[in-house]
């Protein structure tokens, strides 16, 4: 083990990118990353070794919010393709975000049953609430299966207008265009 990180202590203050170990000693826990095999600390914070777990954790200080596993995060749609869709997340809970975090959310973590595209679910320019299911090197994997999650504000694909929700499909009052969308329960409701 290595001795200068063997002497350290839970609780001690770390910096960004101050290193706290390697993957062969400690699994990375949250607030941490790996690159090249060496775990270094994400955030201003307080470490948190656990060695009989064999994990060591950042805990930020009270500095900027971050998305976490199991959060509940807002954001808004940047790119759409037929399996994955990325989301600029701005908000955790309703904490406003001081940096920029990106989200991924995959066509399989969209409903229980089979969905096709992700075309169907959300379009560039919409607004989505998720839940971080996991997070790999500052990219957040994100779900919106429960009735909760999901598109929140949705804007027309040709004129840009706020869409509706006409029971299954989102119209356009403008130009009149129906849409796809998977919604959340509170659709148009919400403060964002």
């Known amino acids: 083990m290595n001795l200068q990180f063997q002497e350290r202590k839970s609780g001690q203050f770390v ?3 101050e290193r706290l170990g390697v993957i062969e000693e400690f699994i990375p826990s949250s607030g941490t990353y790996v690159k090249d095999g060496i775990i270094y600390s994400k955030v201003v914070g307080r470490t948190l070794l656990d060695f009989l777990n064999k994990r060591v954790s950042v805990y930020p200080l009270n500095g900027p919010k971050i998305p976490r596993i199991g959060s509940i995060v ?26 920029v975090f990106t989200g991924v959310l995959h066509v399989s973590d969209v409903r229980v049953r089979y969905v096709e595209s992700m075309v169907d ?21 994100l779900s919106i299966k429960d009735k909760k999650l999901g598109v929140v504000y949705a804007f027309c694909s040709q004129c840009g207008y706020l869409l509706q929700l006409k029971k299954q499909f989102m119209y356009c009052p403008r130009c009149r265009k129906t849409e796809k969308r998977k919604t959340a329960i509170d659709y148009g409701k919400g403060v964002v």
Do not use: F, W
């Not at 808004?76 to 940096?99: D, E, F, M, P």
């Open 121 to 141: 679910v959300c379009k560039p320019g919409d607004i989505l609430r998720a839940k971080v299911i996991s997070e790999t090197n500052s990219v957040y994997h």
């Open 15 to 17: 910096l960004p990118g």
């Open 74 to 99: 807002l954001g808004q749609v940047s790119n759409v393709q037929t399996q994955n869709a990325v989301i600029r997340i701005y908000k955790v809970g309703k904490k406003q975000l001081s940096g």
